[in-house]
DNA sequence: ATCGGTGCAAAGGTTTTGCAGGCGG
DNA sequence: CCGCCTGCAAAACCTTTGCACCGAT
């Protein structure tokens, strides 16, 4: 078993994700904490993000056309992205189907740890821009 | 309107992706149909799958740590994928809830044009494999 | 003949990794 | 003081793109 260490630059780290709700990938992660941490490296943001998502500590969402991003919030809920400009967006409103994970291990085999819904469409903002 | 033109590559592209439940990456088309066209460039599958998925006649599936998936199945289903292999599967037997879509609309002003769900977990053979 | 598609190769964007030194336990 | 973690930079990986030519219409 590896001993986990801890580090400033871990804590600042999960700091910045908990604590904002924008979804941000790991090179915003790494503009964020550069005022508190400017010689941090973004290979560093890399290795403890996924090391934070391993363990479950955040969420990582994969999405199209977009990097790979980070959510420190754990309460179930789905996301929504705009197609058009890229806008992401929590969805709190509909509950997390804890049932459909067990339901699909009893047909499956598989041990499921969880599941990711990303809703895609167009934003409110680039429909108004859709003229004509 | 820009005029879409048939070609050769198009639908010896589209025939693979149709042809198989395996998920293929772009890499994986392009291996598949070198056989059958052997001088076919993989930026050329890139640009097929591209407009493919785009206008809906085959699916992109997004997952962590893997490159993009392409399907042409276009009946609702989800995705299993074992986080330890990387095996990924198709999963039929639940619905899709299309009425989700618009209660998302309806909730946050949206247009929502699908949703695609990926379950994460181990597979049966990873399970055996953890042994003590 | 036109002009969108293709092959090729280079570039762009994202993520990982090897290494030497630093720091937490 | 051990060995995990870091910063740095290079590399790996995935995807897009510029260009000249080809081929579908």
Redesign the interface.
């Given at each position: 078993m590896i001993k986990e260490r801890q580090t400033k630059q871990k804590a600042v780290i999960l700091s910045a994700v908990q604590g904002t709700k924008t979804h941000p990938t790991a090179e915003q992660v790494y503009e964020m904490i550069r005022d508190e941490m400017p010689n941090v490296s973004l290979g560093t943001v890399y290795r403890n993000l996924n090391r934070l998502a391993e363990i479950g500590t955040i969420r990582?969402i994969?999405?199209?056309n977009s990097p790979?991003k980070f959510d420190g919030d754990l309460t179930p809920h789905?996301h929504?992205s705009?197609?058009q400009c890229g806008k992401f967006?929590d969805?709190f409103?509909?509950e997390y189907n804890e049932s459909?994970?067990r339901?699909?291990?009893a047909?499956?085999?598989?041990?499921?740890?969880?599941?990711?819904?990303?809703?895609?469409?167009?934003?409110?903002e680039c429909?108004c821009n859709e003229l004509n």
């Open positions: 990582r994969s999405v199209i790979d789905h929504i705009c197609t967006c969805f409103d509909a459909l994970d339901f699909i291990e047909k499956t085999s598989f041990r499921i740890a969880k599941h990711e819904t990303v809703f895609y469409g167009v934003c409110p429909k």
